[in-house]
């Protein structure tokens, strides 16, 4: 009976409103977030720097050839999950007013590899490795039947019309496709994270709190797309900074947006 009520009260949470997220929730939330790694920031500092070291080693190989593609393709996506959940258990060991130890933080990265997360960066790998298709795709179709270029070197080609149709067209599909990826794990990162729920309610959640708050999702999509651009310019160095605050502050947003 009890294992019943339990069942019922999980799928009442599980359907029970959202609230509606506002810019104000926004500002709070990166609020939080600077806090968090104003009080931790050894913790931020190396969780930036594995993304950071992501963006070198791409840089090194050669962005855009075959290799490089194929590396973060396989490699980057499956880590880089594993380094935000680092940074969503600081902010909850801070929120629960104890102190972040490095021990019990790693632990709980290291345990994460038999849950939930190793499906929700394979989802990612196969996201990217279709959208990489998928323009591929969309260059063929616009410049495949031109002259052949060296891309790498001359970069004309670009700037004819059927150049910059093909930018248009890639920079529109790309932005449906990132802010769909997006909605997806905006929230259900730290969800799986923080409770007992396979990956697919968590996905399905976070696409409910887009869907109840679009206008502030897309803001808040829009803020992680500005703050990244800035953040990579540096030499990547940037994202030391950058990648904390906004892994606290994601956070501190679903804590606001899926209420216990």
Do not use: C
């Amino acid at each position: 009976m009890d294992e019943r009520i339990s069942g019922a009260e999980r799928r009442r949470r599980a359907q029970a409103a959202l609230p509606v997220l506002s810019a104000t929730d926004l500002l709070r939330a990166l609020a939080l977030g600077w806090r968090d790694f104003a009080r931790a920031p050894a913790f931020g500092l190396f969780f930036g720097g594995v993304y950071a070291a992501g963006g070198w080693l791409l840089a090194w190989l050669g962005a855009g050839t075959i290799e490089g593609t194929l590396l973060l393709s396989l490699g980057f996506p499956l880590i880089a999950p594993f380094a935000a959940v680092g940074l969503y258990e600081v902010s909850r060991v801070l929120e629960r007013g104890d102190r972040p130890r490095w021990g019990p933080v790693l632990g709980v990265i290291a345990a994460e590899k038999d849950r939930q997360i190793p499906w929700l960066g394979a989802l990612i790998v196969f996201y990217f490795l279709f959208y990489s298709f998928l323009a591929h795709m969309i260059f063929a179709m616009f410049m495949g039947l031109g002259p052949m270029t060296n891309v790498l070197t001359s970069y004309d080609i670009f700037l004819t019309p059927r150049g910059l149709t093909m930018i248009a067209v890639e920079m529109a599909v790309g932005g449906v496709l990132a802010f769909l990826l997006f909605s997806l794990t905006v929230v259900s990162l730290p969800m799986v994270l923080d409770r007992e729920v396979d990956f697919v309610t968590a996905m399905l959640t976070s696409m409910r709190v887009v869907r109840t708050s679009p206008g502030t999702l897309l803001l808040w999509a829009a803020i992680i797309a500005v703050a990244l651009l800035a953040a990579m310019l540096p030499l990547f160095l940037g994202l030391l900074v950058v990648l904390p605050i906004l892994g606290h502050a994601t956070w501190h947003l679903y804590r606001r947006a899926v209420p216990v």
